[in-house]
């Protein structure tokens, strides 16, 4: 049972991936839904900004205190964790060898997507707000860059690197705080990219997928590819 951060840090590398948000919807492998989600006797509890309990606390801890885990929008364009022994080999799946550039131009990113990788190409880590700052963007667009910002993340091109606390003007710290994002590129050192390169797509799959059904042997096969390829 995970009753803390601890805890869940630990499963979290025993199980190498995870979903950050419970629910078994999504037909694959969650630590929220097959760790203590169906359990009551813990002590874990959501939105009481308790660092060890809470598992909205858990996102930032994971990057803050530069715990080897990515955190970003990586699972059905929702939020999710993946250990530094596992991300080569989902960086190997969705990338495969290919530059921004390339999917770009290919049609695979939005005009928007382009303004968000330029600015975090000429500045390594901008707040949400920043980047919105950075490109100018325009209240009526607001759909259209948090539609991009996601992809993004899910083609692992950019990932979320750490928070940014709020400020009133009085000095007062107020509210969540504001992710931070960089290239991932400038989140991991580069031997996770060197070990990423040694795979082709074909063979990274493969390999999370055996994984997957090791978590969940009852893992629907479609929403697997969906799940490794994003």
């Given amino acids: 049972m995970i009753r803390n951060y601890s805890d869940f840090m630990a499963e979290l590398n025993r199980a190498g991936f995870s979903g950050a948000i419970g629910g078994k919807e999504d037909g694959v492998f969650n630590l929220f839904s097959y760790g203590w989600g169906a359990q009551e006797n813990t002590d874990v509890i959501w939105h009481t900004e308790d660092a060890e309990t809470d598992p909205w606390e858990w996102r930032?801890?994971?990057?803050?205190?530069?715990?080897?885990?990515?955190?970003?929008?990586?699972?059905?364009?929702?939020?999710?964790?993946?250990?530094?022994?596992w991300y080569p080999y989902f960086y190997a799946a969705r990338r495969g060898g290919r530059?921004?550039?390339?999917?770009?131009?290919?049609g695979i990113f939005s005009h928007f997507a382009k303004r968000i990788y330029d600015a975090l190409e000429a500045n390594p880590n901008l707040s949400v707000r920043e980047i919105k700052r950075d490109i100018g963007l325009k209240k009526e667009d607001k759909s259209k860059f948090e539609a991009a910002l996601t992809d993004?993340?899910?083609?692992?091109?950019?990932?979320?690197?750490?928070?940014?606390?709020?400020?009133?003007?009085?000095?007062?710290?107020?509210?969540?705080?504001?992710?931070?994002?960089?290239?991932?590129?400038?989140?991991?050192s580069a031997e996770v990219f060197d070990n990423a390169a040694k795979l082709n797509g074909s063979e990274a799959y493969a390999k999370i997928e055996e994984r997957v059904l090791t978590l969940n042997p009852n893992a629907d096969k479609k929403k697997i590819r969906k799940f490794i390829c994003g």
């Fill in 60 to 85: 930032l801890r994971v990057l803050n205190e530069n715990a080897g885990i990515a955190y970003s929008k990586l699972f059905f364009k929702k939020a999710g964790y993946i250990t530094k022994e």
């Fill in 99 to 106: 530059e921004f550039e390339d999917d770009y131009e290919s």
């Fill in 152 to 188: 993004l993340q899910m083609k692992m091109y950019i990932t979320m690197c750490g928070g940014n606390q709020r400020v009133s003007k009085g000095g007062e710290e107020y509210g969540w705080q504001c992710m931070v994002y960089c290239k991932c590129e400038n989140f991991y």
